[in-house]
């Protein structure tokens, strides 16, 4: 157990009402550190992906166990803190930083262990998407996951989680087989299908709403470890024919086979021939982890004349992170989506003008093909939209400095014009801070009151509520 003295008028005047006697007790509950605000290490723990959102809390604790976790929680609790909960930081609404609050910063829980035999993976909270996928990868082994290496293992998967997989396996919360997590009443629990099911249920789909997960287990299958895929682009000028070719590859994909169409402004990047930086260009990014790539990207090839391709075999780790770089730290993010049902002529056209005008250096317009086996697990979780085939939105991105008014209507305005193509539902892990009630219930189409009656069960108090937030059954207009 840690000790330390504390001195309350570092917390500006001692803005979470606890004395240091209190602060104490918890360094000395836990093993990990308990951080304030010009200790090392705290600017690394306080840091999320999305600059937009500037939050910064009073406390931050760095567990390195369940039993850490617990007695958190239970400070929290007793102390009424606001808690929140950091993966991988990687959220565009900045749920992982309780402004003024507790921040539980799950970095030093980064382990995962495989079972080949059983085809499974123990993973830590702290676990980042390429730490998982190095993991598995030394066994031919793959789970669901998404395709920015450095997003957090937890964050995604209670959001549902999607990637290059998921149209073999489904979302990446259908591919958990158990949890361990630690629930407002500060008790360490299992959940599986066949242990406190009713909050497995939950968990899967009903973001940090329910606990905090402090390990994940994971079914896996064979990939890789060689896949065919990448990333290949044609001047905008062709945008009809790329997106009608998407629609026709699409429509006949197997499902080893994954495709995401693009537009934006070429970026300056070194795979880029110079004449073309910064020129509007409609891209294709593909994974096929089966073994009849070259088959069923026939028609990708034939499209011909590309201003650069990068498809062809390479490590599945490697694909997986291929676009970290278009994505890094430090900038403003401003996102919308939909789940589409289909890609009908009039859609893509609303598609291809709106994208035309959020481009800008540094954002992209985007297609994400899902339909498959997400849309047959349905074998009792809470993530939504099981009907979606597609997800598309706008993604408006801009470097502190900037100003991005302009940016941000053009997202707006775009995702506007889309909304009359949509299922009805949106992805939660894609939601703004400034989407309100409405928007979240909409994520879970269907499992909604089931949600909120299994807040009430486990969260009555709701302790977890720096998220897309799930109120309790019956407290809906309750402030938080």
Known sequence: MSTRTFDVAGLEGGRVGLTSA?????????????????????????VVWNATVAKTPALVVQPTSADDVAAVVRFASEHGLLLSVKGGGHNIAGTAIAEDGLTLDMSRMRDVTVDPAGRLAHVGPGCLLQDVDRATQAHGLATVLGFVSETGVAGLTLGGGFGYLTRRFGWATDNLG???IVTADGKIRTASRAENADLFWAIRGGGGNFGVVTRFTFRLHEVGPMVTGGLVAWSADRADEVLETYRELTASAPRELTAAVMIRLAPPAPFVPEDW????????????????????????????????????????????????????????????AEFLPDLPSEYLNTFRDAALRVASP????????????????????????RDAQFISGFTGTWPPQANGDG???????????????????NYVNFQLAEDDATRTSGAYRGNFERLQQAKAQYDPDNLFRVNRNIRPLGQERTSS
Not at 280 to 292: D, R, Y
Not at 362 to 385: C, P, R
Not at 409 to 418: D, F, K, L, Y
Request: charged fraction near 20%.
């Open 22 to 46: 209190q602060l104490e007790q918890l360094s000395s509950a836990i093993d990990g550190p308990l951080l304030t605000a010009g200790d090392e290490g705290w600017d690394g723990a306080v």
């Open 178 to 180: 158990e949890v361990e």
């Open 277 to 336: 930086h910064l020129k509007p260009v409609v891209a294709l990014l593909v994974c096929h982890s089966g073994p009849t790539a070259e088959a069923d990207l026939a028609p990708l090839r034939a499209l011909g004349d590309p201003i650069f391709s990068l498809v062809g075999e390479k490590p599945y780790v490697a694909l997986q992170s291929m676009v970290d770089n278009l994505q890094p730290k430090g900038l403003h993010q401003y996102w919308k």
């Open 362 to 385: 540094l954002s992209f317009s985007i297609i994400f093909h899902l339909a498959g086996a997400l849309n047959e697990h349905d074998d009792g979780s809470a993530v939504g939209n």
């Open 407 to 425: 940016i941000m209507a053009a997202v707006r305005q775009g995702w506007e014009e889309i909304r009359p193509f949509s299922t009805g539902g």
